[in-house]
């Protein structure tokens, strides 16, 4: 057998075993929609615990936190620090966003703006960016996907073929299992990556050069400056890594599959609890870097830095090897790639189609367009992914810089009484056009500041601004929950269910 | 406000200072920690303290959840 077919058959077997898992999720389950999206709202400390990890630690992660180690340097350090942060800031907002969800049967972000404001068009609005930006999110995870594939088989199997097997997989357990089938394909993902990252981490410094001491001891008379900020990227700078930490500290709770993922929480202690302990996950974020580092002197010149952890392991070890990073990587973009058309196709047709063209539907047409959705979505963001090159940084960070837009709508809901509909409609639609503006007319970073955080300060100024200036759209009951609208709500829901 | 509400914030916002704010004063190669450049090593020390003001504040809010009803977990009824 050739090392590739070595490699391949681990992988695909890894994938496979995946789909047999997400698809077992779910069996002798009745898929409605509050099983489908939240799974009846039962998880526990820790498969709750196994489903949030799974939807943090994605392929960027793995291949792009390793490949900006070893094309940035220093400014690679933020990644420790903003999604430690934003563990924080969910320790606060996580139980709230839960009793709303528990109280009155939500199941998408956008249902959470359509009861605190009232407005079906900021609804509408909100579902539109998540479904956006989720599509662009969902192409990271494809590119890490094709990336993983074609280096395991040493460019045997087409990225394309890749890709596609493997989301025909994505597609058929998110059908069949909802987000039960992430929850528990989590468990397999999280055990392979672990076991991945902490082999390759220490391995690869001790195969080269003896220890990770020793491999800084080689580095460091070398690349000296690569190691502190601002590393090989002259504009990231400190001011860059404070303003980048903060604005994706607050965006990173902000995207739609989260909301799902926390709804589906047994009880709000579960998710303070799952806080507290998440950020200890970062401990392997480290070893990650110590490849990308280690392969700045083993693997010189590679232009895709993304490349650089596979191109070390596959240079470095057995082909058997090879294929169970392959594997884990593999799961490490599907999992992400699950939640998130799971949380698009959700979005689409609870949240956009149902209150604008067709109000009469019930939740269980809700559910079967969802399904159509995930379909249609996974096929779109295929055609994309085979179509275009790797050259997606600058479209992902403004996925980001978007999604973050919906931090002052979500937060000052929660804790400010006087929040309006328009103030946050005005906030999301001046942040989003900051963030574009500035992402596609090259300022980011503006002034070394990140280009997200910018147009997170004018969003922040915006609805505070504009809320003041209207009037609460239920001005009899200016309480952050109106209860005109939840009772609405609750009879929506039984009328569905 | 309520002071343990305060602290709570206080507690919280500590992670923010550590990993954050603070970036210019540790920003640097030496000493190294173990053979780890002083950044990583200053970062790989911030997380289980990030952990332990989240218990902290949880701690915090246990106390003025459940008074005297014996309510530990009863976030729900609330």
Redesign the interface.
């Known amino acids: 057998m050739t090392p590739a077919i070595i490699a391949m058959m681990i992988i695909f077997g890894g994938i496979l075993i995946g789909a047999v898992t997400g698809i077992y999720a779910g069996l002798h389950r009745e898929m409605n929609l509050e099983q489908w999206t939240v799974a009846g709202r039962r998880f526990g400390l820790i498969i709750f615990w196994l489903l949030m990890a799974g939807e943090v630690y994605t392929t960027f992660s793995f291949l792009g936190v390793s490949g900006r180690a070893y094309s940035w340097g220093?400014p690679v350090?933020y990644v420790?620090?903003y999604i430690?942060?934003a563990?924080?800031i969910l320790?606060?907002i996580g139980?709230k966003i839960w009793?709303a969800g528990?109280k009155h049967c939500l199941h998408t972000q956008a249902d959470y703006f359509q009861l605190r404001y009232g407005s079906t068009y900021l609804a509408a609005l909100v579902a539109m960016v998540g479904v956006v930006t989720l599509i662009l999110y969902l192409q990271l995870q494809l590119t890490g996907l094709g990336l993983i594939i074609q280096l395991a088989s040493f460019d045997v199997v087409s990225r394309s073929l890749g890709i596609t097997i493997a989301f025909l997989v994505v597609a058929g357990f998110v059908l069949t299992s909802g987000i039960r089938a992430v929850a528990w394909v989590s468990v397999l993902k999280d055990t392979l990556m672990l076991i991945a990252v902490i082999g390759v981490g220490i391995a690869i410094p001790y195969h080269y050069f003896g220890?990770?001491?020793?491999m800084?001891?080689a580095l460091?008379p070398v690349k000296?400056h690569h190691?502190?900020?601002p590393g090989s990227i002259p504009t990231n700078g400190?001011t860059w890594?404070?303003s980048t930490?903060?604005a994706n500290a607050c965006g990173f709770y902000m995207w739609p599959f989260w909301f799902g993922s926390l709804y589906s929480a047994k009880?709000?202690?579960t998710i303070?609890?799952n806080?507290?302990?998440m950020?200890?996950y970062?401990?392997m974020l480290?070893l990650v870097?110590f490849v990308g580092y280690a392969a700045i002197l083993t693997t010189p010149g590679l232009k895709i830095g993304d490349q650089a952890l596979l191109i070390t392991v596959r240079n470095t070890f057995s082909p058997a090897v090879l294929g169970f990073v392959g594997a884990a990587g593999a799961l490490t973009a599907m999992v992400p790639a699950a939640v998130i058309v799971l949380a698009a196709g959700t979005l689409f047709a609870k949240n956009f189609v149902r209150p604008l063209f067709a109000p009469s539907m019930s939740d269980d047409s809700v559910a079967t367009l969802a399904k159509v959705m995930v379909v249609v979505i996974s096929a779109l963001a295929l055609l994309v992914a085979i179509q275009s090159s790797n050259s997606l940084v600058g479209i992902l960070l403004f996925a980001y810089n978007g999604i973050s837009q919906l931090f002052p709508g979500v937060v000052l809901g929660l804790y400010w009484k006087r929040a309006t509909a328009l103030g946050a409609l005005g906030g999301i639609l001046v942040g989003v056009g900051t963030a574009i503006f500035l992402v596609f007319s090259k300022h980011d970073p503006f002034f070394g500041l990140n280009a997200g955080f910018v147009a997170l300060c004018l969003n922040l100024v915006m609805t505070t601004v504009v809320s003041l200036l209207t009037v609460p759209a239920h001005p009899s009951e200016d309480r952050a929950m109106s209860t005109a609208f939840v009772t609405a709500a609750s009879q929506t829901q039984r009328h569905g269910s | 406000m309520d002071r343990r509400k305060l602290w709570s914030y206080v507690l919280a916002a500590v992670p923010f200072l550590g990993m954050c704010f603070t970036v210019p004063l540790w920003d640097r190669l030496y000493p190294l920690v173990f053979g780890i450049p002083f950044n990583i090593a200053w970062l790989i020390a911030w997380v289980p303290i990030t952990s332990l003001c989240l218990w902290g504040v949880y701690r915090l809010g246990k106390a003025v959840d459940s008074p005297d009803t014996g309510a530990t977990e009863g976030e729900i009824s609330k």
């Open positions: 220093g350090l420790i620090s430690s942060l563990y924080v320790f606060f139980p009793e528990k220890g990770i001491q020793a800084f001891q460091i000296a190691l502190t900020m400190h890594f404070v930490i903060l009880s709000a202690d303070r609890r806080a507290i302990i950020p200890l970062n401990l480290p870097f």
